[in-house]
């Protein structure tokens, strides 16, 4: 919902939606503690890059982080995780367009990574996330949500329990779906295009 304001997400919320992904840590801050009242029934993502200093209010109020790029934030939400609170579910991003200016894990890292994120305590490892560099058909959108989709099995049938693949956002949103995506990142679509000048 980056950067529509706390009132859209609970209009989205009235038309039934329950699960929604932030980006910036601060303004989702803000935006979950206006939201206090709606708390039962969100499902807080996080979903933007995630910088060490930022991991305690992200470990502390989201449900979910789909960004973990490298073992020390992943580490640093563990420990930082309160107690009373369930395991805070994970996906591990993965580069996989190679592109030098992407976060995440290169794919012939990712084994090694997402098993020490299994090991944690307090974190669920749920599976992968990529944002795949932009591409104008479905045919050019669909090779890097298969790779991802490829990674995803080998790591299944490896003996991860992985149950998560989120890929896709409101552009790539078909190949994403046809290549297996359990969780899509839709934003514009959902709430229009973003105005970023104020």
């Not at 563990?78 to 976060?103: D, F, T």
């Amino acid at each position: 919902s980056k950067p529509f304001p706390a009132d859209d997400v609970r209009a989205a919320h009235a038309a039934g939606q329950r699960a929604f992904g932030e980006n910036y840590v601060q303004e989702s801050v803000d935006k979950i503690e206006s939201l206090a009242d709606l708390r039962a029934s969100l499902e807080w993502h996080f979903i933007g890059p995630l910088q060490s200093n930022k991991t305690r209010a992200v470990a502390e109020r989201f449900d979910w982080v789909h960004s973990v790029d490298r073992l020390k934030i992943a580490q640093r939400l563990a420990e930082q995780r309160p107690a009373h609170l369930p395991p805070l579910n994970v996906c591990v991003q993965v580069n996989i367009s190679g592109e030098a200016s992407k976060s995440g894990v290169a794919p012939a890292d990712v084994a090694d990574v997402a098993r020490a994120v299994a090991a944690l305590p307090s974190l669920r490892l749920r599976g992968l996330m990529a944002i795949p560099e932009p591409a104008a058909d479905i045919e050019a959108q669909r090779a890097p949500h298969r790779a991802l989709r490829a990674l995803f099995d080998a790591l299944r049938a490896d003996g991860l329990p992985l149950d998560t693949l989120s890929m896709g956002m409101s552009a790539d949103l078909d190949a994403a779906v046809l290549e297996g995506a359990t969780i899509v990142r839709v934003g514009t679509a959902i709430f229009g295009a973003r105005d970023y000048s104020h």
